[in-house]
């Protein structure tokens, strides 16, 4: 985001603070309650959201060297991520050609793969490189020299990866044309220049997209936050701009009016707001003053009320002293305390109330544009149709 971009968003929040106004759909949307608890619309999800679509990764910079990988199951499918000799970054279908184990287990550095169950072993770019008592597989190594390679795109400190091979044989891809023009605002930030600091895995009993819904409002702030949150953002005032599928939600700080009294050319607006980036289907992106959260969150046990969300944070450097460290902890403590304690326990009960049978469509309020335009989009990667209007940003 350019400079003139940023100082125009902080003037919209300042004129949102002042006259207790927000970001407007056209008219409020109705959502039916069955994309949280039917089954087949469910396994529709699955198929075409999480095999048919880029899935974030993390930061480019969990990979910094060659030999360091990831593995990920999150999406439905073992995914293998490692960086090559030769400096590229691939993923991998976590799959031995042999009988289908899988041929790493969590994160580090490695120089080969090795499986446990008969150790066929793959060196860091897929190729197969050592078949034990050979003799008995004779031909199988040009039928089967390498792991099974999925598309991975890196580009502005960021890594995507397609969860299904290509049907070219494509490894490689570009992330823009999912992007919606987000692109050029992404690589401002510098991410790959972020350092990781800490991760966890939160299990929930709900349908995963009531964990995506909980970015993407700022309406309850002002009441299931009212003691958290109070002194640091504004209830029910946030800016809405969408992209393409994705979104960029910015709630302003409490602090913002501070700025009408300093020169524009000082005013910054990470320091003065919180921006949640939307990255369809299922991935939150929240950027701080000194610091970003990554929320991935994906279905689990293949049930429609299981979800869990990953969880990162990322600095600008890592740490050196105690005292960092200690600062850096009390930030992923502060979203703990405030998305596990507060919104996920509501997140329960509304799963609870959608199949109660109490009503057919949930409402989403004019103040509310960024569920709207989410759950249209929705709508859209299903082959679905959104209603008309309701998406476009009514400034008030």
């Not at 999925?150 to 960021?158: A, D, N, T």
């Not at 990866?161 to 290509?166: I, Q």
């Not at 709900?206 to 009441?223: A, C, P, Q, R, S």
């Amino acid at each position: 985001m350019n400079r003139q971009a940023q100082i125009g968003l902080l003037k919209r929040l300042l004129h949102y603070v002042d006259t207790r106004t927000t970001s407007m759909a056209e008219a409020p949307w109705r959502n039916d309650v069955s994309v949280y608890t039917d089954a087949k619309h469910f396994a529709r999800e699955q198929e075409v959201l999480f095999r048919k679509h880029p899935i974030m990764m993390g930061f480019a910079s969990e990979w910094p060297v060659p030999g360091d990988f990831r593995t990920d199951d999150y999406a439905g499918v073992p995914i293998l991520i490692a960086r090559g000799r030769d400096g590229k970054l691939r993923a991998f279908l976590n799959v031995c050609r042999h009988r289908g184990a899988k041929v790493a287990q969590g994160c580090g550095k490695a120089r080969v793969f090795s499986c446990p169950y008969h150790a066929w072993t793959y060196d860091l770019s897929g190729k197969l490189m050592g078949i034990p008592d050979e003799r008995c597989f004779p031909d199988v190594r040009a039928e089967r020299s390498s792991l099974t390679e999925l598309p991975l795109c890196e580009k502005y400190g960021l890594v995507w990866v397609m969860p299904t091979p290509a049907k070219d044989g494509s490894t490689d891809f570009d992330i823009d044309p999912w992007l919606g023009g987000l692109g050029p605002e992404l690589a401002s930030f510098d991410f790959g220049s972020w350092a990781f600091f800490d991760k966890r895995e939160i299990p929930e009993t709900m349908n995963w997209k009531i964990l995506v819904d909980t970015f993407h409002e700022g309406y309850h702030v002002g009441f299931l936050h009212r003691d958290s949150l109070r002194d640091i953002l504004h209830g029910n005032i946030t800016d809405f701009e969408a992209f393409g599928l994705n979104l960029r939600l910015t709630f302003p700080r409490s602090k913002l009016e501070r700025l009408k009294s300093e020169p524009e050319d000082s005013w910054d607006l990470m320091w003065n707001t919180a921006m949640v980036y939307s990255l369809f289907p299922n991935t939150i992106l929240i950027v701080q003053g000194d610091h970003v959260e990554l929320a991935r969150i994906f279905p689990r046990e293949g049930r429609v009320d299981r979800a869990v969300m990953e969880l990162g944070l990322y600095i600008p450097q890592a740490p050196s002293t105690d005292d960092e460290r200690i600062h850096w902890d009390k930030n992923m403590q502060l979203i703990l305390d405030v998305v596990t304690g507060e919104d996920f326990p509501a997140g329960r009960s509304i799963q609870i109330g959608l199949t109660s049978g109490a009503q057919t469509h949930t409402v989403f309020g004019r103040n509310e544009p960024a569920m709207i335009h989410y759950h249209q989009s929705m709508m859209v990667a299903l082959g679905g149709r959104a209603s008309a209007g309701s998406v476009h940003e009514a400034a008030e």
